[in-house]
C-alpha cells in the first residue's frame, strides 16, 4: 500500500502526518492554524490522499515555523509513500474557477523540486492568517517531495479565494500525477530510467 507517516519534531514544531495515496480523500487535520487547516482539508478532498495531520507550534511568535514544517513534513510523507514511483502518470495539471479566482497548477513528480508562485493576494490576511505562507507551505512540498511545481493566478480578487483555488489545483493535479497508469505499471515514466 502507497502510504506513509512522517514525524518531524524540532525545538519550534512538534509534527505528525500520514497519508494514503490510495485513499478516498478522508482528512482529519489539526494544526492549530484554522484557515491552514480548511486549506489542507481541501487538499486531501480533491487529492482523494487520505490525510491525518497532527501540528503543535510556537504560536506565539506567530503561524510561520508550523505552516512551513507541517509542508516538509507533507513532502516527505509523498516521497515515501511514492517509493519508487513505477506506474504513476507523474505529470498532473489543473485549471480550477472558484467564484472570482481562477488559478491554474502544473506538476512533475520529478525528484527535481522547483516552484514557480504566481498568486497575487490583495489582503496581508486572510483572518489571522498571513497570506504570505501559502507560498512558504507550497515551497515547502515542493522541496521536500522533489516536485516542479508551478503554480499561476489567472485572475481574482478575494484572497480566500484565491488561496483556496490554489490548494484545490495543486489538489486535482496532484491527484492525477499519483494515480497509476495500468498500461505501464511496472515501467517508471521517464527515459532515464530513474526519478
Known sequence: MRRATIERNTAETKISVSINLDGTGQ?????????????????????????????????????????????????????????????????????????????????????????????????QKIGAFDTELVREFFQAVSTHGGITLHIDQNHGFNSHHIAEAAFKSVARALRQAVETDPRMANSLPSTKGAL
Open 27 to 123: 482528512y482529519d487535520n489539526q494544526t492549530g492554524v484554522g484557515f491552514f487547516d480548511h486549506m489542507l482539508d481541501q487538499l486531501s478532498r480533491h487529492s482523494l490522499i487520505d490525510m491525518t495531520i497532527r501540528a503543535e507550534g510556537d504560536y506565539h511568535i506567530d503561524d510561520h515555523h508550523t505552516v512551513e514544517d507541517t509542508g516538509i513534513a507533507l513532502g516527505q510523507a509523498l516521497t515515501k509513500a511514492l517509493g519508487d514511483k513505477k506506474g504513476i502518470n507523474r505529470y498532473g495539471s489543473c485549471l480550477l474557477a472558484m467564484d472570482d479566482a481562477q488559478v491554474q497548477c502544473a506538476l512533475d513528480l520529478s525528484a527535481r523540486p522547483f516552484l514557480i508562485f504566481n498568486l497575487d493576494f490583495p489582503t
